[in-house]
């Protein structure tokens, strides 16, 4: 017999009663002390345009997609209700983080009352109820970031039960199809989750061979390799104004070493039948990093598109990579049961 979910019912009855209390307050209390920050407004006042018919626009003149699809999506039916009260779409809204607040907090329970024990779910929950901390940083601003945050958790959740029950059932289409679905609200709510569902797809595409695991890592050690280098170079300030050839950077030492390492057998269980065979290749692979990082730095350097590249400090990528590769060699000498 299923258990009556008393801990996500009283939680419920104790979010929305806050709420609606909060709701009700004087119109003057959403400006100051809950939607504080001016692209929240930003947002409002786009979503109102549209609303009445002036289009994607924030002064009534320019045009302007300068915001994350599925929030807006959400704020424009809302906002229709400006023209007859300006305070009422900020009550609504206000109810509105509430219910995702608490939804995220259900899950949360959920997904870590499955991992541990349904008492250490409960305290994240709670936690993330009440926090002022995720108050302030994910639900007071009024941003999109709120929405986020539950696409984020209810996409980890679904991806949790997906990796117990393929194993079962390895055709598991219904899954793959939520999961799909999931993702692109992912996505649709902070364009920059790309990386997030991109990698959480590798995961699953590749589920039951070494890729899985391996080419994640791969891209993360490669991300974070290359904007480290930056940082090591240049100060946070002169970061911005050179994101642009990070970026380039970034996408280009992805095109050149995931290529190369499928294409050396690093991601292939039988490539290399022997310890000491892996080890001289990773040591060759090593020297070639230790020896050329610099040049293919000056040779980025010298091409047109890469002028402003920093000369990046090949013995903190080297380290770096060393690190990617030694996990290939520690999956192998698991593979081999050695």
């Known amino acids: 017999m299923k258990r009556f979910p008393w801990f996500e019912v009283i939680l419920?009855?104790?979010?929305?009663?806050?709420?609606?209390?909060g709701a009700l307050a004087d119109g003057q209390n959403f400006s100051r002390r809950w939607f504080t920050r001016d692209d929240a407004y930003y947002y409002f006042k786009v979503a109102q345009n549209i609303s009445e018919g002036h289009g994607s626009t924030?002064?009534?003149?320019?045009?302007?997609?300068?915001?994350?699809?599925?929030w807006m999506l959400i704020c424009v039916p809302i906002f229709t209700l400006a023209r007859f009260d300006l305070i009422l779409p900020l009550r609504i809204l206000f109810v509105l983080m509430s219910g995702l607040s608490v939804a995220t907090a259900i899950l949360l329970y959920r997904l870590i009352g499955k991992v541990f024990t349904p008492g250490i779910g409960a305290i994240a929950a709670i936690y993330w109820v009440f926090s002022t901390d995720i108050l302030k940083r994910?639900?007071?601003?009024g941003l999109e970031t709120g929405i986020a945050a539950f696409f984020i958790v209810l996409f980890v959740y679904k991806l949790y039960e997906f990796e117990r029950s393929w194993h079962e059932n390895p055709r598991i289409k219904k899954g793959l199809f939520i999961l799909g679905i999931i993702g692109i609200f992912v996505l649709l709510s902070r364009l920059d989750l790309v990386f997030f569902v991109v990698l959480a797809g590798i995961w699953v595409i590749f589920r039951g061979i070494s890729l899985r695991y391996l080419l994640p890592l791969d891209i993360v050690s490669v991300v974070f390799s290359v904007l480290l280098a930056f940082m090591l170079k240049i100060s946070l300030t002169d970061y911005y104004k050179l994101a642009d050839e990070a970026v380039k950077m970034l996408v280009l030492s992805l095109l050149i070493k995931i290529p190369l390492a499928y294409l050396f057998g690093l991601y292939q269980r039988g490539k290399f039948d022997r310890i000491p065979n892996l080890l001289r290749f990773l040591a060759s692979i090593c020297n070639f990093q230790f020896r050329y990082s610099d040049g293919g730095d000056d040779c980025c350097c010298a091409y047109t598109g890469f002028?402003?590249?920093p000369s990046n400090d090949s013995r903190i990528?080297?380290?770096l990579h060393i690190y990617s590769l030694g996990t290939h060699t520690d999956y192998f000498c698991r593979s081999q049961n050695i």
């Open 12 to 21: 419920i009855i104790v979010v929305a009663s806050i709420s609606i209390y």
């Open 58 to 70: 924030f002064d009534g003149i320019n045009k302007t997609n300068g915001y994350h699809p599925l």
């Open 138 to 141: 994910i639900y007071q601003q």
């Open 307 to 309: 002028r402003k590249f």
């Open 317 to 319: 990528r080297c380290h």
